[in-house]
T-cell receptor
Framework: DAGVIQSPRHEVTEMGQEVTLRCKPI?????LFWYRQTMMRGLELLIY????????DSGMPEDRFSAKMPNASFSTLKIQPSEPRDSAVYFC?????????????FGNGTRLTVT | SQQGEEDPQALSIQEGENATMNCSYK?????LQWYRQNSGRGLVHLIL?????REKHSGRLRVTLDTSKKSSSLLITASRAADTASYFC?????????????FGRGTSLIVHP
């Protein structure tokens, strides 16, 4: 299995531009999570899906952030318009089911820089 | 949400020494998991310990859990330079609890060759 695949690996954009981050979870995993990691705030959970349905988006910082999961094999996290404070590494993770004992499987992240 | 807090924030040791990292949490749990993050990579699951277990081993890793103190520790024995990474704990609530897998800031471990 190729694991969780995220694209792009690096994204540099100017303030005000739209940014779309993409994630392909592991086949057969029912849960998908989006996290953001910064030095200041650590690893923050933004939103997670179960069977393509958003379950908890309370971690999404602002209306500028939106996430979709149109099917079981694809999810996007969009920032529009982007701001310099959005600069971070964004991770996608998937899990076979909620709770124990299934671990989370993480992608290698997208490093976003907004200038 | 249930979040673990790792301690210390940073740890620097020589190759061959043991490294101990601690995790504290606030509510009752069903199990607790430890993850490792290498630089530029996502987190990788290391080991899971259930609430009815006190100690668990996996290779050079030893995890303990003290539910009365709401704490866990991760011991890496005979450390290697390749163990240099950040380590995170993730406590998981029991049945009926809201499942929100959250992580702390982690412990940054540097193993000098």
């Amino acid at each position: 299995d190729a694991g969780v695949i995220q694209s792009p690996r690096h994204e540099v954009t100017e303030m005000g531009q739209e940014v779309t981050l993409r994630c392909k979870p592991i086949s057969g995993h029912d849960y998908l999570f989006w996290y953001r990691q910064t030095m200041m705030r650590g690893l923050e959970l933004l939103i997670y899906f179960n069977n393509n349905v958003p379950i908890d988006d309370s971690g999404m910082p602002e209306d500028r952030f939106s996430a979709k999961m149109p099917n079981a094999s694809f999810s996007t996290l969009k920032i529009q318009p982007s701001e310099p404070r959005d600069s971070a590494v964004y991770f996608c993770a998937s899990s076979p089911r909620t709770g124990p004992p299934s671990p989370l499987h993480f992608g290698n992240g997208t490093r976003l820089t907004v200038t | 949400s249930q979040q673990g807090e790792e301690d210390p924030q940073a740890l620097s040791i020589q190759e061959g020494e043991n490294a101990t990292m601690n995790c504290s949490y606030k509510t009752s749990i069903n199990n607790l998991q430890w993850y490792r993050q290498n630089s530029g990579r996502g987190l990788v699951h290391l080991i899971l310990i259930r609430s009815n277990e006190r100690e668990k081993h996996s290779g050079r890793l030893r995890v303990t859990l003290d539910t009365s103190k709401k704490s866990s520790s991760l011991l890496i024995t005979a450390s290697r330079a390749a163990d240099t990474a950040s380590y995170f704990c993730a406590p998981f609530l029991g049945a009926g609890g809201s499942y929100i897998p959250t992580f702390g800031r982690g412990t940054s471990l540097i193993v000098h060759p």
